[in-house]
């Protein structure tokens, strides 16, 4: 089985830190934030799809051609289109079902492996969370499917937030990109699997987890540090 992990932003909100390292690179208890995303990789994962653009090459160094006997593919993100358009740049070298994980945020093997569990279905990893202005919130429908994801919801205090932890296949490819926001110039890639799984008629199921940590900003490593911490008791 393959895994995606989009990895080509710039993390400016990260300011200075990433001025001569692309975000999944900041290190994290020593190590940089990228290889957090490999040890959460299912032993059934043997193939990892990377896709980079801001300061590639830095990661190309580091990780070189394989992780822990995983077989590392590079594909390049040349300009900022969003995340769905850094998926579909890997398109031709995915199979049948794939993960897809963010290249800074912190996930567990476990619920890698409850994402992708067998089934004719795409999932995501979703966490209830107090405050929705930085992630994507998800309505769940009476059968407990996700049918929508919505981005910049600054007026709810608590929801159900969207890890971007996803399991696809590569029916998700005949499907067309949607712009993050009306109007935006960047495809984003909450709202092309939620348009792509209703046009498709597949199930996108939420799995439910008490253990993602968001990385967007300087202060998120600071807690991450302590999580991470409080996790290993």
């Not at 193939?47 to 390049?76: A, C, M, P």
Request: hydrophobic share 40%; with cysteine.
């Amino acid at each position: 089985m393959q895994a995606v992990i989009l990895a080509a932003g710039h993390g400016t909100r990260m300011e200075e830190l990433t001025h001569a390292v692309p975000k999944p690179m900041l290190e994290l208890n020593g190590k940089p934030l990228l290889e957090y995303k490999f040890e959460a990789l299912p032993e059934e994962i043997s193939d990892v799809i990377l896709v980079v653009g801001y300061q590639g090459n830095v990661i190309r160094q580091h990780f070189g051609g394989s992780y822990d006997n995983k077989k590392i593919t590079y594909v390049e993100q040349d300009n900022r289109r969003g995340t769905a358009d850094a998926l579909w740049r890997a398109k031709d070298v995915l199979q049948d079902r794939f993960l897809v994980m963010m290249g800074d945020d912190i996930y567990t093997k476990e619920d890698a492996q409850a994402v992708i569990a067998p089934g004719d279905v795409w999932r995501l990893l979703v966490q209830e969370i107090s405050e929705m202005h930085r992630a994507g919130s998800i309505e769940l429908d009476a059968e407990a499917r996700i049918v929508d994801i919505i981005e910049g919801d600054k007026n709810k205090e608590k929801g159900l937030a969207s890890t971007n932890m996803y399991l696809l296949d590569t029916r998700v490819f005949s499907c067309p990109l949607v712009p993050k926001q009306e109007g935006s110039l960047e495809f984003g890639l909450p709202q092309t699997v939620v348009t792509g799984a209703k046009s498709l008629g597949v199930r996108l199921e939420p799995v439910f987890t008490d253990k993602w940590i968001q990385i967007t900003s300087p202060k998120d490593l600071v807690y991450a540090t302590e999580m991470l911490k409080k996790m290993k008791q």
